[in-house]
């Protein structure tokens, strides 16, 4: 646990503020924007190339080594690579619906990877109304006669609580009023979590906080948001419902906003040790039926042995916790900054 004592106590004072950083750094693009954009269709799908992305963003470089492209200026660090599904913005790692394609040697971009992932991480305070709010509801998963996933140490139902009850006491002193699902090792339903955040009178937020199982092997941390319609639930096909618009489909942009400022700030909590996953879309039911912005964080895996001891351990709680706490007022930052003004060039 050495590594992660150092991390912390350095990684607040020295690391970039990485998710403020991604969501303040675009600037004005409307100062800029590209004169026509260049929408290609491919196998049905719009999408967009990286040189208007470029122009329309305002990134200073874009440069091309074989399949990969980066995009950057003074504040961003846009990483692309042709056909793959991997976005990486500040070294956060970000999964596109679509890979990237390729064609006559110029590399595109799917439309709703632009608008519905890069665009609200680059221009979060384009999101009508996302600050406006001061509760933020806590959901710690399973419980009661659904323990969750388990370890030699424990279950992610009590691990789960445990985390959850530290950002509860993180944000409370800060001024935010925080609602939990459950304050105790109870079971409730996917729908009864639905009910008690949608129970919630005006703007709030909502997070889901799990930790994750997939063998020996699998490790890391990884943040979902909702798919937005036509895209599919992470590590499966499209099936038919996936083109229903579903009710937290109406902050698919607070969702991506709040997803990279909690998946930043909790990278950085716990250190550079911490292997990246990645933030994805998936159809939770908590993600699809609650009428705030919402996400669900995956800590760790229970199922490796060394997260599972890192789990286990008080001082990554509390690293997790903080990051996590510390999400919420650097979303709010971002989401409430003004525009910069408009400037001709």
């Known amino acids: 646990m050495e590594f992660l004592s150092k991390s912390v106590a350095y990684g607040w004072r020295?690391?970039?503020?990485?998710?403020?950083?991604?969501?303040?750094?675009?600037?004005?693009?409307?100062?800029?924007?590209?004169?026509?954009?260049?929408?290609?269709?491919?196998?049905?799908?719009?999408?967009?190339?990286?040189?208007?992305?470029?122009?329309?963003?305002r990134f200073a470089k874009l440069t091309r080594s074989g399949p990969s492209i980066t995009l950057e200026n003074a504040k961003v660090v846009l990483l692309l690579k042709v056909g793959s599904t991997e976005c990486k913005m500040n070294n956060v790692k970000f999964v596109f619906s679509k890979p990237v394609e390729e064609v006559n040697s110029k590399a595109y971009i799917s439309r709703t990877d632009l608008a519905k992932l890069i665009d609200p991480v680059l221009r979060p305070n384009f999101i009508k109304n996302a600050g406006t709010f001061n509760t933020v509801i806590l959901d710690p998963g399973h419980g009661g006669k659904d323990p969750g996933a388990l370890n030699p140490y424990g279950t992610e139902a009590d691990y789960n609580l445990k985390v959850a009850n530290l950002v509860g006491a993180q944000l409370r002193k800060t001024g935010y009023n925080v609602v939990m699902t459950r304050t105790s090792d109870r079971f409730l339903s996917l729908q009864e979590r639905v009910n008690v955040a949608n129970a919630v009178q005006g703007n709030a937020l909502f997070i889901a906080i799990h930790f994750n199982?997939?063998?020996?092997?699998a490790r890391g941390i990884e943040t979902f948001t909702l798919s937005p319609p036509g895209v599919a639930h992470y590590g499966r096909g499209?099936?038919?419902?996936?083109?229903?618009?579903?009710?937290?489909?109406?902050?698919?942009?607070?969702?991506?906003?709040?997803?990279?400022?909690?998946?930043?700030?909790?990278?950085?909590?716990?250190?550079t040790n911490t292997f990246d996953r990645g933030i994805k879309r998936a159809r939770y039911t908590v993600l699809s039926g609650v009428r705030h912005p919402a996400i669900l964080l995956e800590g760790g895996f229970m199922s490796h042995p060394y997260e599972a001891r890192l789990i286990h351990n008080e001082r990554y709680q509390a690293a997790l916790a903080s990051g996590m706490a510390a999400a919420v007022q650097k979303y709010r930052v971002a989401v409430t900054s003004k525009p910069a003004p408009a400037t001709r060039n």
């Open 238 to 271: 499209i099936v038919a419902a996936d083109s229903l618009q579903n009710t937290g489909n109406e902050h698919d942009s607070a969702n991506v906003a709040l997803a990279t400022a909690a998946h930043g700030m909790v990278l950085r909590a716990l250190g």
């Open 14 to 57: 020295l690391l970039p503020a990485l998710a403020l950083a991604l969501c303040m750094s675009a600037g004005n693009p409307v100062a800029k924007a590209a004169a026509t954009w260049e929408i290609r269709k491919i196998g049905g799908d719009d999408y967009v190339s990286a040189d208007n992305i470029k122009q329309f963003y």
């Open 213 to 217: 199982s997939g063998g020996r092997a």
